[in-house]
């Protein structure tokens, strides 16, 4: 029982992650595909936070502190890094969608596909 | 394995030998006939006493050509321009059947 | 002088990052003035990426460490790993800096003709400059998330790049399936960065591999990050993005984004040559890498033959082309656990890859380049309309002809050294292979007269009678590659020593590029 509520993360991380690989593939909306691009990335972004974690670990914001067991601050730097870069690809991704629906007047992926082949 | 030793295929070996077959073919080229009578039959294109039609139909396409090669291979050629769908869903199922094959590859391979 | 050599690495990176930032502030001063700063920028990376390549050559394997004074300083004291992001340069960085850096400079010197007349060029040169600052960042770190966030920096610049002519629809539509493809893969990348992180405590890339354990985890890993670098290269099957993406790229920026898919596969080689190295089942891998490389290379060249569209076609031939690399690369790979065939013929396959990697990014870079210029003479891109323009635009002919013969294989090319090496490599682990290779490089060829008859012999068409050849930055951004085409091809021998064969030894050499971080810090 503690090792499925230890593990309920990773079950989370795995479930999201699923969940956006779904709509990513099958969705042809292209703002929906973009949805399904950023429940991937928070998917990953809850990975990195949930591994950081230590057993009753405090918060990490002391330096040099003796005999307080912290959990892992590397990991919320790394997420915090991928959350802004996540802002910033969601940002060109749906600048793109908008310039593809005033060049088709369609946001359907097979509709709005000028190029194949 | 050094390039050195297949000296034949030398770059410079192959650049000299370039140049003298120029040579050579200039020498026999500045045999032939220099002159010719501008402006009348001889500077003619010769398409076996046909007329010559204007340059637009004279000039063979880029979709004729290989023609033949593309009937020939229709059955390869077919389902791979189908797959080439250009909708993103497709292209994002490929990159997951990518991830799935090289995860199935290396959990299966034994330490060789 | 001794201070730009010790911090060269950081430069490289750093200086075309604020440069970039700055363009939008000098194109406040004119159009002129912006122009002269970009270049004068992208020289001076040049210029550091070769002290950065001298002193690799001389003085080994360059450690640079952001923060301290040496890799093994750390606050607080009583951590004892690698904590601070470090560039480690091997011989892989510096020779993939060079292909960077020379890329960019001759791309950015045909763009200040060919981009007259478009508006928002500031924010054409940041996005150029940012997108040099990421290739040289992937190529020099030795930090994994450092490669990650540098990574997903490539992609949005060469995603925004790509989409810059907004005016046209596939233009915008190639941008979109970038951004979405890429930002995909780096985001598999990050899983399995969280991966090691979880495992080892450690994100250090020489650090991670003397820790690697090779688990069932490390598998998983090892998957992700094959699938996404891949995708990110442009191998079949996950080649599907190229073709969209490159044909619209404006301007001189199709050969530094295909400069950026080449610096994504040499990502690919630094996973799975340094970190992981022969700690994994190489035969699988390698073959896996085979297999990828056949496809990429026959159902490149077979698609390429279809096409109507010039820069399609060129287009297709890239992914031809990396087929070839990776055929290299994987025959290396596949053999890397036994020392005697290493020796024989696995080091020779590398450094073919590699010499290819080099050769493809002149001679590929000058060819789209070409195809680039034919759209901005004629104002199509559709081989059905051209005809006759060899008469008229010389030099593209010339330049073209010397990338066509190069790109076949026709000696005395630089193309034919570096895919005799693959051939002779790769017959001797399977002669199908090289038979394979052969088919496809004929089939190159064939294409490439089919452009050149299409588009540059036949009579002078009515249409085209006024058009004039291209301006002269453009002809000097192709010369720079076509001359560095002819210099690779008249003597191959001295670049393979001088830049090639140490680039392979340091991808072999997995054990110095742990040693250098882990063992003498």
């Known amino acids: 029982m503690t090792s499925l509520v230890v593990n309920a993360p990773f079950v989370a991380v795995a479930a999201l992650a699923c969940v956006g690989l779904y709509i990513m593939v099958t969705q042809r909306d292209l703002i929906k595909i973009v949805m399904g691009v950023t429940i991937l990335e928070s998917a990953v972004n809850l990975f990195l936070v949930s591994l950081g974690y230590r057993n009753e670990g405090a918060a990490p914001g002391f330096t040099h502190a003796s005999g307080t067991h912290m959990v892992l601050p590397v990991p919320q730097a790394l997420t915090l890094t991928s959350i802004v870069i996540g802002v910033a690809t969601t940002a060109l991704m749906l600048t793109l969608v908008i310039l593809i629906y005033r060049h088709t007047g369609e946001t359907d992926a097979e509709k709005s596909r000028r190029v194949k082949g | 394995m050094d390039i050195r030793i297949l000296a034949f295929w030398a770059p410079v070996v192959c650049l000299i030998a370039f140049l003298v077959l120029i040579a050579v073919t200039y020498a026999f080229r500045s045999r032939g006939e220099s002159k010719h009578k501008q402006g009348t039959e001889q500077e003619k294109v010769f398409l076996s006493g046909e007329d010559m039609p204007d340059a637009g139909m004279r000039h063979v396409r880029a979709h004729n050509i290989y023609w033949g090669f593309f009937e020939s291979l229709k059955q390869y050629y077919d389902p791979l321009i189908r797959a080439h769908t250009g909708i993103v869903n497709d292209y994002l199922m490929w990159l997951i059947g990518v991830v799935a094959i090289a995860g199935i590859v290396i959990l299966t391979a034994g330490p060789w | ?388 323009m060899g008469r008229t635009m010389k030099w593209t002919c010339a330049f073209f002809i010397i990338g066509a013969l190069a790109i076949s294989g026709i000696p005395p090319m630089n193309g034919f050294a570096s895919k005799l090496m693959i051939y002779e490599t790769s017959y001797q682990l399977n002669p199908m292979l090289a038979i394979v290779a052969l088919i496809v490089s004929i089939m190159t060829l064939a294409s490439f007269t089919k452009v050149f008859q299409a588009a540059f012999t036949g009579p002078g068409l009515p249409e085209y009678r006024d058009v004039k050849p291209v301006p002269l930055s453009m002809k000097v951004g192709m010369g720079v590659l076509a001359a560095g085409t002819l210099f690779f091809s008249l003597f191959p021998q001295l670049v393979l020593d001088t830049i090639v064969y140490p680039a392979t030894d340091a991808l072999l050499n997995q054990t110095m590029y742990i040693g250098v971080i882990m063992g003498g810090s």
């Open chain 3, 1 to 388: 002088m001794d201070a730009l050599t010790t911090h060269a690495p950081i430069l490289a990176i750093a200086v075309p990052l604020a440069a970039a930032f700055l363009t939008p502030l000098v194109g406040r001063l004119g159009a002129k003035v912006r122009n002269v700063f970009v270049v004068a920028i992208l020289l001076f990376v040049e210029f550091l990426v070769f002290t950065v390549v001298r002193q690799v050559l001389t003085a080994g394997i360059q450690v640079y460490t952001l923060g301290a004074t040496a890799a093994g300083l750390a606050i607080p004291e009583s951590h004892i790993v690698p904590v601070r992001i470090i560039l480690e340069v091997d011989g892989l960085g510096a020779f993939l800096g060079i292909i960077a850096a020379t890329v960019a400079l001759s791309g950015a010197v045909y763009s200040l003709s060919a981009m007259r007349g478009e508006s928002g060029q500031d924010r054409f040169y940041t996005l150029l400059l940012l997108l040099t600052a990421s290739m040289l960042g992937i190529q020099y770190t030795g930090d994994l998330f450092n490669l990650f966030v540098f990574l997903e920096i490539l992609s949005i610049s060469g995603a925004a790049l790509a989409a810059f002519r907004t005016r046209f629809v596939d233009a915008v539509e190639g941008g979109f399936k970038y951004v979405i493809v890429s930002t995909v893969s780096a985001l598999l990348v990050l899983l399995s960065i969280g991966i090691f992180y979880g495992q080892y405590n450690l994100l250090n890339i020489a650090a991670v591999s003397d820790a690697m354990r090779y688990t069932l985890l490390d598998k998983i890993a090892l998957a992700l990050l094959i699938g996404a670098l891949l995708t990110k290269s442009g191998a079949v099957p996950s080649h599907w993005w190229v073709p969209d993406t490159y044909t619209p790229a404006p301007a001189g920026t199709s050969p530094i984004i295909y400069a950026s898919s080449l610096t994504c596969l040499g990502a690919a080689l630094r996973i799975v040559f340094s970190l992981y190295g022969v700690k994994m089942t190489v035969s699988a891998v390698g073959w896996l890498v085979i297999v990828a490389g056949l496809l990429s290379m026959f159902i490149g060249v077979t698609m390429a033959l279809r096409q109507t569209d010039i820069k399609r076609l060129m287009t297709y031939h890239v992914i031809s082309q990396e087929g070839y690399m990776l055929l290299g690369f994987g025959v290396g790979l596949a053999v890397l656990g036994d020392p005697q065939a290493v020796a024989a013929y696995g080091r020779e396959a590398i450094a073919g890859g590699l010499f290819h990697v080099l050769n493809n990014a002149f001679f590929k870079g000058l060819l789209l380049l070409t195809g680039e210029a034919l759209f901005f003479a004629l104002g199509t891109r559709d081989l059905d309309r051209m005809g006759g």
